[in-house]
C-alpha cells in the first residue's frame, strides 16, 4: 500500500512520521510505501500506535523489508559493539540494537548475559514481529557462534494489554550480571523495567572509579539503588537511598547482598523525596555527593511532577544537603534539552546564592546510538555540578 507524507525538501528524510503528516488514520498493521507530497517514492515503513509520533520510515529498505533484512541490520549493529563482546567478564549487560539509531524505528534489544530483551515501541512493527525476530536472532547466533538462552519482549506502548511475556528458552526468575565489575540482580520478566537502567552505565562507572571514596552518598530516586551500589564498591564512606516506592527497600538489600556489602553503613528510605527532604534539613544531615535522577513525570497523592517544570525545586532543595562537594544532575527528560537543563540548574544555585561550576556532562552511551535528526532521541543528560563551601 502507498501513502503520501506531507513533507517535503529539507525533512524528507526525517525518520519519525508525525500525525500531521498523514491524511488519514487507520492504516492497516503491514509494511507501506511512502513518498513525499509530490509522490516522489521516500522509503519502506509502517504506521501505528506509538507514545509518541505516527510511526517510522526505514530508510535504508530498498525493497520492502524481509527476515533477511533484519539479519543484516543486527548483524551491523553488532558489529558496531564488538568491543563490548570483549569484555564479557566486566559487563555483560548493555543494548544491542537502539531503535532508529540502528536503523529500524520501535524496537530496541538489551543484552543481559546471553538472555536478550525485545521492547516494542508500536502497536505495528509488534504485529510484524516474526520476520524482524527471525532476521535479529539468526544475526545473534552467527555473532555469538550460540543461540540466546532465553528471550523476553516488552510491549511499551499505551494499547498494549500486557508489559512483558518469555518468548523462547527458559528464563530465569532474576539473573545476576555484572556491569564494570560491579553485581547487579535483575528481573527481566517482571513488568517494563527490569531493575536497572543500561544508559547509566558510566555515570555509575563514575562513582565507583572517580567520585565517591570515602564520601558520603545520597541518592534520590533510587529505585533498586544502582547509583548507592556502584558508590559503596568505589569506597563510599556511607550511602543513603530513597525512593518512594515500597518495592525499593528488599531491591536495594537485595543489590547490596549481590555484592557481598553489608548494610551497617547504608540507609534505605522508603518515602517521598519532599519529605526526606525536609526530615533531612530538620536533622541537619549532609551528604558530600547528591545524586539526583527523578522519572520525567511522577505522580503522587500529593502533587505531579515534572523535570521541565520542577527539577529547579529538587536542586534548591538538595544543595542545602551538601555544604561543599558535588551535585550529579541526571535527567531522561526527551523535552527538556541540555541547555535548558544546565539553565534550570543554574538558576536554582544563583537563587540559592552558592557557588558552583559545572563539570564534566554525559550523554547516551556509545551503545544508545541515536541520528542526528532526531536530537530528542539523545534523551539522556547528566551533569556534574561542584558547589563550593557554604557560607
Ligand atoms: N535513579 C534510578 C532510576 C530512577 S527511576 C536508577 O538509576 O536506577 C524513578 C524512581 O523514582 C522510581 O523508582 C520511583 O519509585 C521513584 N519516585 C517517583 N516519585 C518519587 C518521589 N516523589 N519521591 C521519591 N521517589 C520517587
Given at each position: 500500500m502507498k501513502v503520501q507524507l506531507q513533507r517535503s525538501g529539507e525533512?524528507?528524510?526525517?525518520?519519525l512520521i508525525h500525525e500531521?503528516?498523514?491524511?488519514?488514520?487507520?492504516?492497516?498493521?503491514t509494511w507501506l510505501r511512502f513518498t513525499d507530497a509530490k509522490e516522489n517514492f521516500l522509503s519502506w515503513g509502517y504506521l501505528g500506535q506509538q507514545n509518541k509520533g505516527a510511526g517510522w520510515l526505514v530508510?535504508?529498505?530498498?525493497?520492502?523489508?524481509d527476515a533477511l533484512f533484519f539479519e543484516n541490520l543486527l548483524a551491523t549493529s553488532l558489529h558496531k559493539r564488538k568491543s563490548l563482546f570483549k569484555n564479557l567478564s566486566t559487563?555483560?549487560?548493555?543494548?544491542?540494537f537502539n531503535g532508529v539509531g540502528d536503523g529500524l524505528g520501535g524496537v530496541t534489544v538489551d543484552y543481559y548475559d546471553g538472555y536478550l530483551v525485545f521492547s516494542w515501541y508500536n502497536e505495528t512493527i509488534a504485529a510484524l514481529k516474526e520476520e524482524v525476530l527471525q532476521g535479529f536472532l539468526t544475526a545473534y547466533t552467527a555473532f555469538c557462534g550460540t543461540p540466546a538462552l532465553g528471550v523476553v519482549e516488552k510491549f511499551r506502548y499505551?494499547?498494549?494489554?500486557?508489559?512483558s511475556q518469555v518468548l523462547q528458552g527458559a528464563v530465569p526468575e532474576s539473573l545476576l550480571i555484572v556491569e564494570n565489575d560491579v553485581h547487579y540482580r535483575v528481573y527481566?520478566?517482571?513488568?517494563?523495567?527490569?531493575?536497572?537502567?543500561?544508559?547509566?552505565r558510566h555515570v555509575r562507572n563514575l562513582l565507583k572509579e572517580?567520585?565517591?571514596?570515602d564520601k558520603t552518598v545520597l541518592n534520590t530516586?533510587?529505585?533498586?539503588?544502582a547509583f548507592s551500589v556502584a558508590s559503596k564498591v568505589g569506597g563510599a564512606k556511607a550511602t543513603t537511598s530513597v525512593d518512594l516506592a515500597k518495592r525499593s527497600l528488599k531491591k536495594t538489600q537485595e543489590q547490596f547482598a549481590a555484592n557481598d556489602?553489608?548494610?551497617?553503613?547504608e540507609k534505605i528510605y522508603v518515602m517521598d523525596i519532599f519529605d526526606f527532604f525536609k526530615y533531612a534539613q530538620k536533622k541537619k544531615l549532609t551528604y558530600d555527593i547528591v545524586v539526583l535522577d527523578p522519572p520525567s513525570f511522577a505522580r503522587n497523592k500529593k502533587k505531579t511532577f515534572s523535570v521541565a517544570k520542577n527539577y529547579g525545586e529538587l536542586v534548591t532543595a538538595s544543595q542545602?544537603?551538601?555544604?561543599k562537594g558535588i551535585l550529579v544532575c541526571s535527567t531522561n527528560a526527551a523535552n527538556v534539552n541540555l541547555k535548558q537543563f544546565k539553565k534550570m540548574i543554574e538558576d536554582s544555585l544563583v537563587q540559592a546564592k552558592r557557588k558552583f561550576h559545572f563539570g564534566e556532562t554525559f550523554r547516551l552511551p556509545e551503545d544508545f546510538s541515536t541520528v542526528?535528526?532526531?536530537?530528542?532521541?539523545?534523551?539522556l543528560k547528566v551533569c556534574l555540578v561542584y558547589l563550593e563551601e557554604q557560607r
Open positions: 525533512n524528507a528524510r526525517n525518520p500531521k503528516e498523514i491524511k488519514e488514520q487507520n492504516y492497516p498493521k530508510l535504508t529498505a530498498q525493497q520492502q523489508p559487563t555483560n549487560a548493555f543494548r544491542l499505551s494499547t498494549s494489554k500486557i508489559e527481566l520478566d517482571e513488568g517494563l523495567m527490569t531493575g536497572i537502567f543500561l544508559d547509566q572517580k567520585l565517591a571514596q530516586f533510587s529505585y533498586t539503588g556489602l553489608p548494610l551497617t553503613d542545602t544537603l551538601i555544604q542526528k535528526e532526531l536530537p530528542e532521541e539523545n534523551y
